[in-house]
């Protein structure tokens, strides 16, 4: 099926819009006229086969890009966002294989940090980007939480090999780096830190946890999954 059969099915439901744009597959009478009746704006590329040359806004028509840039993104997760496997078992792989991806990135980061922290808590100090702005130096206070930081990359590589401990394992680590995320963030809510330090430090702070709350999510759903099949 051609894509301009769709077009009026999937737009039909939603909002009138102010101009649609389209490229060239998109150009038929039946789309013009329904846009019309809505009172949008069509702003279609002709197809060289038309004879009857409709009015087009070329310069913006440019604006077409970012949904193009937009697609092109999604895409990039197709092959897990849209089933791009054919077969259950690859797809469940492809799954499989992003769970062993993100349980072994916040394992080895957690674990590598809080070695760190314990075994050079100055160096850690010094190294680590607006740590010095949190306060005087305390070697005592960064091997807890180094210490605390290796148990949950323990938990998360302990979570994916003992799958029966799972969901309890990642989800009292998650709990943990959401509440650190949190902290950091109230620290900006409150004007100790400025706004640019939730940038600097997502990939650290932030990021483990959204990692961890994706890892527990899917562990829940695959438990109450595998109820369903043996009820």
Not at 65 to 90: C, G, H, M, P, Q
Request: net charge positive; aromatic share 12%.
């Amino acid at each position: 099926m051609g894509d301009v059969r769709a077009a009026v099915p999937l737009l039909e439901p939603r909002p009138a819009a102010l101009c649609v744009l389209a490229d060239a597959a998109y150009d038929s009478d039946a789309l013009y006229q329904f846009l019309a009746e809505r009172g949008s704006r069509a702003v279609i590329k002709q197809n060289p086969t038309r004879k009857r040359i409709r009015p087009f806004d070329a310069n913006l028509y440019k604006n077409r890009n970012l949904i193009e840039r937009a697609f092109s993104r999604l895409k990039d997760w197709r092959r897990v966002a849209t089933r791009y496997d054919k077969l259950a078992r690859n797809f469940g792989a492809t799954i499989a294989l992003a769970i062993l991806v993100m349980v072994t990135a916040n394992t080895l980061f957690l674990s590598a940090n809080g070695l760190f922290m314990l075994v050079a808590p100055q160096p850690w100090y010094e190294f680590v980007p607006g740590v010095t702005d949190t306060g005087f130096f305390n070697q005592h206070f960064i091997r807890d939480i180094g210490l605390i930081q290796l148990f949950l990359g323990v938990a998360f590589a302990a979570g994916l090999v003992v799958p029966e401990r799972r969901i309890g394992l990642w989800l009292v680590a998650t709990l943990w780096l959401a509440a650190h995320a949190f902290f950091h963030l109230w620290e900006v809510a409150v004007g100790i830190c400025a706004p640019s330090a939730l940038l600097r430090d997502f990939p650290a702070v932030s990021l483990p946890a959204l990692i961890g709350a994706a890892l527990t999510l899917w562990a829940i759903q695959r438990r109450q999954v595998r109820r369903a099949a043996f009820a």
